[in-house]
Structure formats: structure tokens, C-alpha cells
């Protein structure tokens, strides 16, 4: 059974005066513990809205949630918000994007560890300072006595997201959820924070639902695929089918403008004309099927199902999806 | 040395084509703040109250029933005694201590209440952004010597901010004597350096700006720089901070009065100097104070009003 | 901790010379001259030459600036031509009250400007946000002296519920310490003296809050609004802290930063706004006194209180920079 398993999530911003505006649109998936599943996505497309209404760290006025979150037989969106207080941080944590303007920057790095360890496993003075250096080893930061005492700004980028992992990880929660954990890192950090996030889900059999727009961090690092476009999964599959087989015109897409070091000298890259800007409500059809080159009528009929066209756990919502024996097709 | 000119020149056009993109822009900056203003309820407000303020002031002495100073009286005043005549026809504000009709007092008094806050606020706001934009100036673009002329101009301002603003201005007062001139110019004197730290901070925001370094790098002279490029963008704070500023002006200038610092002539019913004078028969005759309180209340409201609507109509961080 | 204290010592002396050549410039302008300020308009020629000759006016002006200066840094700031008595010694007796009334204005204006500044941010466009603003808006637009004869009109001439003037009721049995009646009151058990100094203490200390509340309200409403949008807010969040924590160390604590700043800007208006109540209220504190003072052209007085004032105010900036830095870690480091 998942431990978390969404059904159907949708979340639409209100806005006195202003029209409705559909961040997610119904969006599925299941996570089961151990497993690294991915939102992929351009931005825009709902992935961090996802998981934030996950979190329940949406503002209360002015959003609209539906569908289910089951997590670990609860339903996360009907629950109190007590109770969700005391599983968020402790069952339930979050990495953020952005590790410097995540850390508040005038209580020292220990404090905003040990508020947690007071918070959910009631530690307190000593025993909770010892418990957050031990984290901050754990998580690879040098002489962790001294940075407990240091400052968000006294700290480098790499060691500011190695502290955000350690406050996530420091209740063992059951799910972890990383909002592009790397993306405001230089590349060779990247490396290291993945690997440190590979090496605790392997160790703890943390479930993570990592939310990214890289492939190449889906690549290294997922074990099952979302890919998002305008608030609902277009695509769903593992890994190695979606990266082999991208059955989506958008996957196809996606993965097609990613330049190539084998590919022939002098061949042009393929990028997905448009952008998320021009769409149309999924209700009417498909939302991609301005900026797709394979459309056709048949796209502007309602939402398209979720079908599996090509092999069964590939769950792909196209009516003209790409298939790999039909090369020989001339799209119009 | 003439091709050396002709050259400058050149470039110097070449960077205002370049400039055009930003001019645009910029337009389209305005063009959003002002339907950010109109949309804005305080905005209105505060326009409306001001428009009729002026109104009155431009129209009151006409409509005036009496002069400001002649005795409407009918012998039925006795300050002393604290028997006054309150609101009755032909004197709808009643009449004040010396039994003049104090509606007509305050009609002509809300040309002078803004003639005062204008003038001051002028005041402070030329000499103000003269020092501000030769600090600021000498800040972007003057090396270090004019690094230093900015730290000794605001070291200035610093000491000036430092007084409490009716101290300065009854030190004003006291070199000049007593004339609706000393009130304007000390009220003035207190928005200096007001004026002048805000132009110069939004010049250095501006100066660090990548369109002046690009203006820099394609080696257009300082003074041009500053003149069409760094001084436009640096206008809008300033225009906010005017607008608010006649709202303080009128407030203080009314504190001075209290203070006894106000214009003397009666002929000239300032509200600030009404207030003054009717406050020492409050507790027998309130309604007196309150009318030209009242006018000064409203009146600063309409502006401050206004003004918080414009800052908050030109703040990028509430744009979207 | 300590170089920043002797650094802004240091900054002081450029800004106090500054001052000092200002003032007596001011008081070279004045119509008369000084002579005639200690004399009066009435006074003759050959007195006023004498006096000249007395104060070294017929001397260079460097010279005259030099002994001025001197005198300056003697705290000798001359004697009031009201009261024969040296300035300072007036100040030094006036003082306490006006401090006592600005730090009760204070305290009412923070006690009740952060939280409600707070509340307005957290209920944006609720009734208590608007309610707030609009206040304090009018608040900043009502002339502090209107406010305070408005205050004691109602509430002490027609409803009689505080009195009208003074800062102690005559005859009531209170000993001297401080010169701080609440404060004296404490010390030496007379409760009912200290009680007595509140009651006084009221309606000025709410006619001068008025300023600073409005500011301080709307300055904490601003920067909750800013705080609350920022990232370690939600990352707070997502540990699933209580309220309480969030509330007071992630939002608050990075929130009042600029409210503490606001506050040490304030302390000139405060200033002003004293002199304005305590003449209102007839307070007896430096406020009355200068009232007087501008009254009787009294210019040793007014000279000795701007360099008073200029000396307190970067003091009180000086302990917001101090206060600022202990909680502001990033300052520290410079």
C-alpha cells in the first residue's frame, strides 16, 4: 500500500475581482515508502503548489483545494489543523528551494534545529544541542559544535541546504518532500546535496517526492516519473520507460530539447515552441495542443483520458501519443 | 577639440536612441502607476477632499458674508466671562472672541492655511532637491572628492534632522520676527533635509542602476547622465514625499501659531492662528477651536491620503 | 560591541562642532544680538557696548566662536534670562519629567502599536486592519497640541475622570528622589504619591503617544506583511511549530527590526510634541520651559536645548544601533 497516495488534487487560487485561476488540476499519484518519485515540470505547471498544498502551507484565504491526500490512511486535506501541525515536520518534511531566504537569518542555525527536536521528540537544552550537531555531522557539515552557533549568512550554499536537509531529516520523518532542492546551487554542489539525499532515503527508507525541472535530477535519482503540464500529469511511468519511450508529445518534447553531446555536429535543437502561457483549460481539451505539432480535432473534445498505450504502468493522457514502431508516421 | 565635441555629442544622442527602450518603459511604469491611483479608493478620497479644499480656498474670500476682521457683533460677546454666541444666521460658525463672524475668518483663512502649505512645502522641496541633487550627483559620478562632498552635505542634513522640526523652525522664527513669510520659511526649512536625503538616496539607487552604467560605458557626459537619466528615475519618491509634505507643512505651521510664532496680522486668518487664539476659550466655546481644527484635520487627511495612495500606486514590491 | 559604541562617540564630534558653528551663527543673526536678547529691546547704546565688551563681542569672530565652543564643552550653557538661574542647572531639574512623560508616550504607543500593527498585517483587509490604519492615518493628521486641549477639555474639565494640569496634586505627600515622581514614589513607599503621578501622567502621555503610535502601527503592519511572505516563514511552517513560536521568533523578530529603528527616528518629533503637551498641561518638564523660553526670547536657554536635544537624540540612536545589532546578526559582522 502507499503511504501517500493523491487522488485527484486540485487547488485554484481566488481572488476577489479577479478570475479563477487553476494552479492544479487534478492531479494523481501515489508514492510507497522507499520510493523516490518525481513532479517534473516547467514552471508554472503546479509542482510546487502541489507540494505545498500537500504541506498544507497554502495561505487560508483565497484557495480552493479538492480531491484526497491520503497519507498513511489519513486524508491530509481533511484533517485538523492541529493535528497536521504535529505531523508536518515530524511525518511529514519539506526541502526548499532557495536554502538562504528558507533559514531565518537572525536566530542561529542550532536554534532552528532544535525548535524541531523540542517540538516533536521533546528534547530540550543540552540533549537537543547534542542531537542537532549529531545531525549536522550527519549531514556532512564540518565541526558542527561552532556552526550551531552561526548565522544562516555565515554559512556557504551547499552548507545552507545541508542544514535545511538536517532540520528535515531531524524527526526520521516517513516522507520527505524536496521543492528543487538544487537549483539555487552551483553545479558541483548539486552532485553532493543529491547524493546526500540518495544516501538518507537508501539508509531510513524515507519515501521522497522530488519536485524538479531538471531531468537530469530525475535521471540520477527517481524511481517514478510525473510529468506535470498546466496542473495535471500528462505522463506517469518509470524511469527507464519515460526516458526510452517518452510517449507524450510534451515528454517527447521535453527530452528532445535537451542539447546532446552524441548527437551529430551541426544538428539544430529542438525546443518546444510557445510557452505554458499559451494553453487552454483542460476542460476544453488538451491544454498542450496549442504548442503541440501532432494535434488534431479529435485534442479539443474534452480532457483527454489517461490511457496506457504502450506497455501497462505507462500511463500517458494523449489522443496522439508518440508511439516507438509508428517512425514511419508523417505527423501533418 | 571641436571633433572631440562633435564626437561627444554623437554619442551622446546615440545613447538617448538607446535610452528610448527605457523612456518607454518608464512610460509604461507611469501609465500603470496612474491606473493603480485611479483604481485606488483611498486615492479619491483624498482627491476630493483636496479639490475642495482648493476650491474654497480660491472662491472663500468672496463668498465671505463679512471681512476677516470687521465686528459682526451685536454687544452679546463676553470672552471674559466666557459667554459666547454660537452657530444662528448670518453667523453660521457663531463669532469669536473679538466678535468677529468666524465663517467668514474661515473661509479667507483656507486660502492662506494653503497658500502656507504650498509655499513651505516649496520651499523646502527646491532647496532640498537643489542639495539633494548635487549629493547625489557628486555621489554617483564624483570619484572619491565628490564621495566627500556627499558625506559633508549629509552630515548636514543629519544635524538638521536631528532638531526637533519645531525647534528649527522656532529658531527660524526667532532671526526673522513674525510675518506669515517667517511661518512659510521655517515650516520650509524643517522639509530640507527631508527632501534632500530622499532625492540623494533614490540618485544612488539609480546611479548603481545597469542603464547608468551603460550610459557610463558608452562614455556620455556626467551632466547629461544625470540630467536625463538618473534625475528622471529618481522623481517618482520625491513627488510622493511633496504631496505628504503639505500635509505636515499645514500641521506644523499650526503649531507655530500655537506657540505664538504665527502670523500677527489679522487680516490674514491663517487656520493654524484661529486655532491658537480659540483655544483659550476651548472649555466655554469649543466649536470655535473645532472648526478650524477641523479644516486642518480634513485638509492634511486629503493629502497624506493621496500621498500613501501614490507610494503605494509607485511601489515595484506591490506591483503584479 | 564596544567599537561601535566608541565609533558613533567619534561620529558625534563632527555633527556637535557642525552644530555648534550653526548656532552661533543663528545667534549672530539674531535681531539685537545677544546683547540685546540679555538686555532687552529697551536697552541703550553704551549698555549694550558694555555688554559687547562683557561677552567679547568686539572681538574676532574666530575668537568669539572659540570661546563659545569652550564654554560648550564646559557644559556652561549661560543663564536664563527668565529665571537668573544657569541653563543647565533648569535642565537638569526639568529633565525628569519630560523624560518621564515621553517614556510613557512611548510605552503606550508600543504596547499598543505592535499588536495591533501585528493583528492588522496577519487580518489584512479585516475590520480591525482597516480600523487601524484609517486611525492612525487621522492620527498623524490631528495637531498634537488640538489633541491634547481636546483630552483635557473632555476628560478632565467636563467628565472631571483625570486632572487637568500638573504632574502631582498640591499637598500631596511625596518626597524627592529622582526627580521621576513615579519612580520617587516606588523608592521611598508612597504609593499613593506614585499612584498620583500616573493619574497625571495619562492624558498628556496619550496626547503625545499619538505620533509615535500611528507610526509605529503602521510600521509594524508594513513589515509583518513583508515578513509574512517571506520563505523561512513557510520553512517554520513546514517543521510544524506552534503558532506561538513562529509568531515571536521567525515573524516578529525579523519583523520589529525596522519598527526599533522607526522609533529611535522618532525621538525628535516626541521632543517636539512635548513642548506642545507639557504646555497644554502645564507639565512643568523641559516642555513648559522652553515654552516659556520661546515666549521670552530667552536664547541661552534655547541654544543650550538644541545642543541638549542634538546630544540626546544621537544617544537614543545610538542605543536603537546597539539594540538593532543584538538582534540583528548580520550587522554585527561589519
Redesign the interface.
Known amino acids: 500500500m502507499a503511504l501517500l497516495s493523491v487522488d485527484e488534487l486540485s487547488v485554484t487560487f481566488t481572488a476577489k475581482g479577479r478570475k479563477d485561476s487553476i494552479a492544479v488540476d487534478g492531479v494523481s499519484f501515489d508514492v510507497a515508502e522507499g520510493q523516490v518519485v518525481g513532479l517534473v515540470g516547467e514552471s508554472g505547471c503546479g509542482k510546487s503548489v502541489t507540494s505545498l498544498a500537500l504541506m498544507g502551507l497554502l495561505p487560508a484565504k483565497g484557495v480552493r483545494i479538492g480531491g484526497r491526500a491520503v497519507f498513511d490512511g489519513q486524508d491530509l486535506l481533511t484533517m485538523s489543523p492541529q493535528y497536521r501541525r504535529d505531523i508536518r515536520g515530524s511525518q511529514l518534511a519539506m526541502i526548499f528551494q532557495d536554502p538562504l531566504s528558507s533559514l531565518n537569518p537572525v536566530v542561529p542555525i542550532g536554534v532552528q534545529i532544535t525548535e524541531i527536536l523540542e517540538r516533536h521528540r521533546g528534547m530540550k537544552g543540552e540533549a537537543a544541542r547534542k542531537e542537532a550537531a549529531h545531525l549536522l555531522d550527519r549531514v556532512g557539515i564540518p565541526d558542527p559544535a561552532r556552526r550551531l552557533k552561526e548565522f544562516p549568512h555565515q554559512l556557504s550554499g551547499g552548507m545552507r541546504q545541508r542544514a535545511l536537509i538536517a532540520m528535515a531529516v531531524a524527526c526520521a520523518p516517513r516522507m520527505l518532500i524536496a521543492d528543487e532542492p538544487t537549483t539555487a546551487l552551483d553545479v558541483t554542489i548539486q552532485a553532493q546535496i543529491l547524493e546526500l539525499l540518495k544516501e538518507l532515503v537508501d539508509q531510513e527508507g524515507t519515501a521522497l517526492l522530488m519536485i524538479t525541472h531538471d531531468l537530469g535530477v530525475v535521471a540520477g535519482l527517481c524511481d517514478e516519473v510525473n510529468v506535470l503540464y498546466a496542473g495535471r500529469a500528462v505522463e506517469s511511468a518509470g524511469r527507464r520507460d519515460l526516458f526510452t519511450y517518452p510517449t507524450h508529445p510534451y515528454a517527447h518534447g521535453l527530452l528532445g530539447s535537451i542539447p546532446r553531446l552524441d548527437a551529430p555536429r551541426g544538428e539544430p535543437l529542438r525546443p518546444i515552441r510557445g510557452s505554458i502561457n499559451d494553453r487552454i483549460a483542460w476542460a476544453d481539451g488538451c491544454a498542450f495542443a496549442p504548442r503541440c505539432d501532432r494535434y488534431t480535432m479529435e485534442c479539443l473534445t474534452g480532457t483527454p483520458e489517461l490511457t496506457e498505450p504502450r506497455a501497462a504502468g505507462h500511463q500517458v493522457r494523449c489522443v496522439n501519443p508518440v508511439l516507438p514502431k509508428s517512425k514511419a508516421e508523417v505527423s501533418a | 577639440m571641436t571633433t572631440v565635441t562633435k564626437k561627444a555629442d554623437k554619442i551622446d544622442r546615440l545613447a538617448e536612441l538607446m535610452q528610448t527602450t527605457e523612456v518607454t518603459s518608464g512610460a509604461s511604469l507611469w501609465r500603470e502607476a496612474m491606473r493603480r491611483l485611479r483604481a485606488s479608493k483611498m486615492a479619491a478620497i483624498g482627491a476630493v477632499v483636496i479639490a475642495a479644499f482648493v476650491v474654497i480656498a480660491l472662491i472663500g474670500p468672496w463668498i465671505a458674508p463679512y471681512a476677516p476682521t470687521a465686528q459682526t457683533w451685536r454687544g452679546d460677546v463676553f470672552p471674559n466671562r466666557g459667554e459666547f454666541v454660537g452657530m444662528r444666521s448670518g453667523n453660521w460658525f457663531g463669532l469669536d472672541h473679538l466678535g468677529r463672524d468666524v465663517f467668514s475668518r474661515w473661509l479667507v483663512g483656507a486660502r492662506q492655511t494653503l497658500l502656507v502649505g504650498v509655499v513651505s512645502m516649496l520651499i523646502g522641496l527646491v532647496v532640498g532637491a537643489l542639495i539633494g541633487v548635487c549629493s547625489g550627483a557628486a555621489a554617483t559620478l564624483g570619484g572619491r572628492a565628490g564621495q566627500r562632498v556627499d558625506t559633508v552635505i549629509m552630515?548636514?542634513t543629519?544635524?538638521m534632522?536631528?532638531?526637533?522640526?519645531?525647534?528649527l523652525a522656532?529658531?527660524v522664527a526667532?532671526?526673522l520676527?513674525q510675518s506669515l513669510t517667517t511661518v512659510m520659511i521655517a515650516v520650509g526649512v524643517v522639509q530640507i533635509p527631508v527632501f534632500a536625503r530622499l532625492l540623494r538616496g533614490s540618485m544612488l539607487v539609480q546611479g548603481g542602476s545597469d542603464y547608468v552604467l551603460a550610459a557610463k560605458a558608452l562614455g556620455l557626459r556626467k551632466r547629461r547622465i544625470v540630467l536625463t537619466q538618473i534625475l528622471p528615475n529618481s522623481l517618482s519618491p520625491v513627488i510622493v514625499q511633496a504631496t505628504l509634505s503639505l500635509?505636515t507643512a499645514i500641521?506644523e505651521a499650526?503649531?507655530l501659531s500655537?506657540?505664538?510664532?504665527g502670523n500677527p496680522d489679522p487680516a490674514i486668518p491663517e487656520w493654524g492662528v484661529m486655532?491658537a487664539q480659540a483655544?483659550r476659550f476651548?472649555?466655554n466655546e469649543?466649536m470655535m477651536?473645532v472648526y478650524p481644527?477641523v479644516g486642518?484635520?480634513i485638509t492634511?487627511?486629503g493629502f497624506?491620503?493621496l500621498g500613501?495612495a501614490m507610494r503605494e500606486a509607485l511601489d515595484p514590491?506591490l506591483r503584479g | 560591541m564596544l567599537r561601535l559604541v566608541v565609533r558613533r562617540l567619534l561620529q558625534l564630534i563632527p555633527t556637535l562642532l557642525g552644530l555648534s558653528v550653526l548656532l552661533f551663527l543663528w545667534l549672530d543673526r539674531l535681531p539685537g544680538g545677544p546683547a540685546s536678547a540679555i538686555l532687552g529691546e529697551k536697552a541703550t547704546e553704551a549698555e549694550v557696548a558694555r555688554i559687547n565688551r562683557a561677552l567679547g563681542l568686539d572681538q574676532p569672530v574666530y575668537v568669539q566662536y572659540w570661546r563659545f565652543l569652550k564654554r560648550i564643552f564646559e557644559l556652561d550653557l549661560g543663564t536664563s534670562t527668565q529665571t537668573g538661574q544657569p541653563v543647565w542647572d533648569e535642565f537638569a531639574l526639568k529633565f525628569p519629567a519630560t523624560v518621564e512623560l515621553s517614556i510613557a508616550a512611548i510605552l503606550i504607543a508600543v504596547v499598543i502599536g505592535i499588536p495591533l500593527g501585528y493583528l492588522a498585517a496577519k487580518r489584512r483587509g479585516g475590520w480591525i486592519d482597516v480600523a487601524s490604519v484609517s486611525t492612525s492615518l487621522v492620527g498623524i493628521c490631528i495637531p498634537v497640541f488640538f489633541l491634547a486641549i481636546l483630552l483635557r477639555s473632555v476628560f478632565s474639565v467636563q467628565l472631571g475622570l483625570f486632572p487637568a494640569s500638573g504632574r502631582l496634586t498640591t499637598g500631596i505627600n511625596a518626597t524627592e528622589v529622582t526627580g521621576f515622581a513615579v519612580l520617587d514614589g516606588l523608592l521611598t513607599g508612597e504609593l499613593d504619591a506614585s499612584w498620583d503621578a500616573i493619574w497625571h501622567l495619562i492624558l498628556p502621555a496619550v496626547a503625545l503617544a499619538s505620533i509615535p503610535l500611528a507610526v509605529i502601527v503602521r510600521m509594524t503592519r508594513a513589515s509583518v506583511l513583508e515578513v509574512l511572505g517571506e520563505d523561512y516563514v513557510r520553512t517554520a511552517e513546514s517543521k510544524g511549530l506552534e503558532k506561538r513560536v513562529v509568531r515571536g521568533r521567525h515573524v516578529l523578530r525579523n519583523a520589529l527590526l525596522p519598527v526599533i529603528t522607526a522609533i529611535g527616528l522618532l525621538t525628535g518629533s516626541l521632543l517636539s510634541g512635548a513642548v506642545l503637551t507639557e504646555s497644554v498641561f502645564d507639565f512643568g518638564g523641559i516642555g513648559s520651559f522652553i515654552r516659556t523660553a520661546i515666549d521670552g526670547r530667552d536664547y541661552p536657554v534655547l541654544v543650550g536645548f538644541i545642543l541638549f536635544i542634538a546630544m540626546v537624540y544621537v544617544f537614543i540612536n545610538l542605543l536603537v544601533d546597539i539594540a538593532y545589532s543584538i538582534i540583528d546578526p548580520r550587522v554585527r559582522v561589519h
Open positions: 552630515r548636514f543629519d544635524i534632522l536631528s532638531l526637533p522640526s519645531l525647534l522656532v529658531s526667532a532671526v520676527g500635509a500641521i499650526a503649531a500655537y506657540l505664538g510664532l486655532l483655544q476651548f472649555d469649543p477651536a481644527a486642518i484635520i492634511a487627511l497624506t491620503l500613501e514590491k
